[in-house]
Structure formats: structure tokens, C-alpha cells
């Protein structure tokens, strides 16, 4: 296979990518096998490969800073602060980048970073997409967002209640509503279409004397 000359990788190709780096696969190797310069190869994992932090016991934070002690924590840091210096890792940082091939990644405690060519295809399309000038979101934190609200509201919460249960979320009721008609949560399975179907079941308790 070839891409020499494409300006877009397409999914087929980007789940290549994916393949060989959790085969520990090298960027080189993987170039050659896709047809591909290994600069672009690079580019496209330190584009969109992602970040996921650690969490114990359901609270979000890290290990993985080099001032922890000399702050007063105990290991762990529940809060993201300007002194965070992240206690490198030799082999992602040296090699790949990414830890997809890591045979240590279920143990190791640092912040990881991954490359998952469905959400990398994902973001590359959001990118393209003319209808969403004016939302002053990335892919990450449109994705943040909506693994926060997409369940909630298709099980029949309100935009208002999910709001309330997660104040991180700093956007307004009104603001959601219309990402929502705009279809920008379409790609995470949420659309206008949910709240319509909850203000008909809503409408559908009232005349049957339930509400």
C-alpha cells in the first residue's frame, strides 16, 4: 500500500497506525509499511493522540509530577497546577510517544498517552466540518463534554440536571441546548432528536395523569 502524494490518511490507514503501535511496532517500520514518510507518520500520532490521566477510587488527578512531596501531598494530587513538572518516561517519550504498545501500561502510574485511530478519524473530521465556525472547542474537549453529558440526557435527564451534578462543565444550559440542535454531540450518539423524544414522553406522562 501507498499513500505517497494523499494530503488526508483516511481511517483504513490511521487503523494501521494503531495496529503497529500496539504491536510495539516502530514509526519507522510503520511508515514503510503504509507508504508513508516517517515524519508524517510522527506528526499525525503527536496530532492526535490524547491524554488520559490517572484516577484512584473515582477521583481524577496524578502521580505524575516531580514537585508532589515538596507540595505536601501524599503520592497522589487531586488538582492540575501551573508547578507541575510530569516525571518523564524513556521509553513513550524516547520512542513512540504513546504508550499503545506498553506492556506496563495497566500498572504504570504517570499520565498516558494514546493514539486510537476511530477518535483520531473522529477529531480530523470535526475539524473539517464548516457548520461548527464559531465553537471555540477542540475535539478533546468537545469529547470531555460530551462523555459527561451523552448518557445522562439520552437516559431522560435534563440538560439542566447533568449541568448540576457536574459543575466542571462550565458551560451554560443555554449553550448545550444549542450545541445539541446543531448536531455538534452527533458523532458521540446525541442529538436534537433525544430532547424532543424527552419532551414527548414528558408530554405523554402528563396526559395519562402521572405528572
Known amino acids: 500500500m501507498n499513500t505517497k502524494g494523499s494530503k ?7 487503523n494501521f497506525i494503531e495496529q503497529g503501535l500496539n504491536n510495539n511496532s516502530s514509526k519507522s517500520a510503520i511508515a514503510l509499511v503504509i507508504g508513508m514518510d ?13 491524554e488520559v490521566k490517572f484516577s484512584r477510587q473515582g477521583v481524577s488527578g496524578t502521580y505524575d509530577c516531580q514537585n ?5 501531598f501524599n503520592a497522589f494530587c487531586k488538582s492540575e497546577c501551573p508547578k507541575r513538572i ?10 513512540k510517544g504513546v504508550c499503545n504498545g506498553c506492556d506496563k501500561k495497566s500498572s504504570c502510574k504517570l499520565t498516558k498517552r494514546f493514539y486510537s485511530a476511530q477518535r483520531a ?18 475535539y478533546s474537549e468537545l469529547h470531555d463534554i460530551a462523555s459527561v453529558i451523552v448518557k445522562p ?59
Request: net charge positive; glycine share 6%; charged share 25%.
Open 8 to 14: 488526508h490518511l483516511d481511517l483504513q490507514y490511521r
Open 38 to 50: 516517517k515524519s508524517s507518520i510522527c506528526k499525525e500520532i503527536k496530532k492526535h493522540s490524547f
Open 68 to 72: 508532589i512531596a515538596s507540595c505536601g
Open 86 to 95: 510530569p516525571i518523564p518516561c524513556k521509553i513513550r517519550d524516547k520512542y
Open 121 to 138: 478519524h473522529a477529531e480530523y473530521r470535526y475539524s473539517l466540518v464548516d457548520s461548527r465556525e464559531g465553537i471555540n472547542l477542540t
Open 153 to 211: 440526557i439520552k437516559n431522560g435527564q435534563s440538560v439542566y440536571a447533568v449541568l448540576q451534578n457536574h459543575p466542571e462543565i462550565s458551560y451554560c444550559e443555554k449553550t448545550i441546548y444549542n450545541w445539541i440542535e446543531m448536531g455538534v454531540f452527533q458523532p458521540f450518539g446525541l442529538s436534537n432528536l433525544d430532547l424532543r423524544s424527552k419532551v414527548g414522553r414528558m408530554v405523554l406522562c402528563q396526559d395519562s395523569g402521572h405528572i
